[in-house]
């Protein structure tokens, strides 16, 4: 990998720039004026994980939320605004958590290292390790256990959204909104369904989520 400088960058976005409007005069013009993207993606900070580019979405085609260990709080305000307004004014018919094996985050939680503020922020992954201590126990090795916290933080994640009001409300409107849970393999590029899609509220979320 080359190192490149702030000033490298700005000369690329000049290039970039350059070669849209290039392909077509009033891309800018269009991207400017409206945004309908379908998608919103809750993925982790990680650099080597980017959404767009992983996918081949294209700017202004997915709305994008990411934070150490791709983590959804219901008290988080910032994720809760991003999918607030995603579901409510853009209108996404698909959300999609996705993690990645090999997870710094997962991983500082699966070998408790105290790290100060990240230390609370990984706390329902901590969680999540306690309750399925015995599946996790039963892995031959620390990776093998790492890569299946990295899964089941997924589906932690993915049930925490599914519970959340904003997503109850939509459901009970009968918005068409479906949630994905996906983990994304550093060693070779690859996306996989983690099967726990849910295009309404969980059993136990009816009566009691839209408040
Ligand atoms: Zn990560």
Known sequence: ??????ADLL?????WADERTS??????????????????WIGC???RVPANVITGLAPGEVFVHRNVANIVYTADLNCMSVVQFAVESLKVKHIIICGHYGCG?????????????????????????????????QLSDHA?????????????QVDALCHSPILNRAWEREQDLTVHGWIYGLKNGRLRDLECTRSGPPADA????AS
């Open 1 to 6: 990998m080359t190192i490149k400088t702030p």
């Open 11 to 15: 000369e690329e976005n000049v290039r």
């Open 23 to 40: 392909e077509d005069a009033d891309y800018f013009k269009h991207l400017s004026e409206l945004q309908t993207p379908d998608f919103l």
């Open 45 to 47: 900070s990680d650099s």
């Open 105 to 137: 985050g997962v991983k500082a939680a699966l070998e408790d290292a105290s790290d100060g503020l990240v230390e609370h922020w990984l706390e329902p992954v901590r969680d999540l390790k306690r309750v399925h201590r015995s599946e996790l126990d």
């Open 144 to 156: 093998s256990r790492l890569d299946r916290l990295c899964e089941l933080n997924v589906k932690a």
């Open 206 to 209: 009816r009566s009691s989520g």
